[in-house]
């Protein structure tokens, strides 16, 4: 199978956190930085490092990046480079321009540019952290839609050796759960016999506010 091919722009601590994950999971990744300090420290860890300025379109395409599938603007703080950036790699027809906006009006510019995916890292931590503070218990969650959520509930002791039926999130509250992680595996859709254990994670999907009485009054 042909590896994906990333071009990350800007290797400061978001952009070099994706990159070698990125290259962790298996794809290829040319990473792309004005600064040579940083270039340095990351062309040990990705296929390709180069020092360039990713605001110049004819060195962007000197360096093949028309051929990537999906390129990354983790450009922050220097907006209008973020900017220049966004506009000459969607010029250059790459399918997919995922860029990071450090305020709403810099991913309305994005946006607006025709990026096809504007990330908010420091204001999305910020709310996940919250409601990880908020519920003790809320180990993850994925907002499936404005209404809908799928989240990540440990089993706290005193519910341990209760079945899903006892627990019974779906006739109650409306919700139900879709999977229990054990440490022996994961059972999918488990049914009303299969019995949760404390350190298992269950994970339910529902609306929000099924899904906060739930966790309010059971967990
Ligand atoms: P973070 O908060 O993720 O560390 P920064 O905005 O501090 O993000 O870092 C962005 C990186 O992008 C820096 O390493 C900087 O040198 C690099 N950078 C900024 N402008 C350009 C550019 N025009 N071309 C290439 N790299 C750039």
Do not use: W
């Not at 908020?134 to 989240?151: F, G, Q, R, V, W």
């Not at 299969?194 to 529902?206: H, Q, R, S, T």
């Amino acid at each position: 199978m042909k590896k994906t091919q990333y071009v990350v722009v800007g290797l400061g601590r978001f952009g070099s956190s994706i990159s070698k994950e990125l290259v962790k999971l298996g794809n290829e990744v040319l990473g792309i930085d004005k600064d040579e300090e940083k270039v340095d420290e990351m062309s040990h860890e990705l296929t390709h490092a180069v020092v360039a300025d990713a605001t110049d379109e004819d060195v962007l395409k000197s360096l093949g990046v028309r051929n990537f599938d999906c390129a990354v603007v983790a450009i922050g703080d220097d907006i209008q480079s973020s900017i220049l950036a966004a506009i000459v790699l969607k010029d250059l027809g790459i399918k997919k321009v995922v860029a990071k906006a450090l305020t709403e009006l810099h991913g309305k510019v994005l946006q607006k540019l025709g990026v096809d995916r504007v990330i908010y890292p420091e204001r999305d931590m910020g709310i996940r952290v919250a409601h990880q503070l908020n519920s003790p218990n809320l180990l993850d969650y994925i907002e499936i839609s404005k209404d809908y959520t799928i989240a990540e509930l440990s089993v706290p002791k005193r519910l341990c050796g209760r079945t899903i039926k006892q627990l019974d999130p779906r006739a109650k509250y409306g919700c139900s759960v879709v999977a229990i992680n054990k440490q022996s595996g994961v059972i999918i859709a488990p049914t009303a016999t299969d019995i949760v254990n404390e350190n298992d994670v269950m994970v339910i999907i529902g609306t929000n506010d099924q899904i906060e009485e739930f966790e309010s009054e059971v967990i």
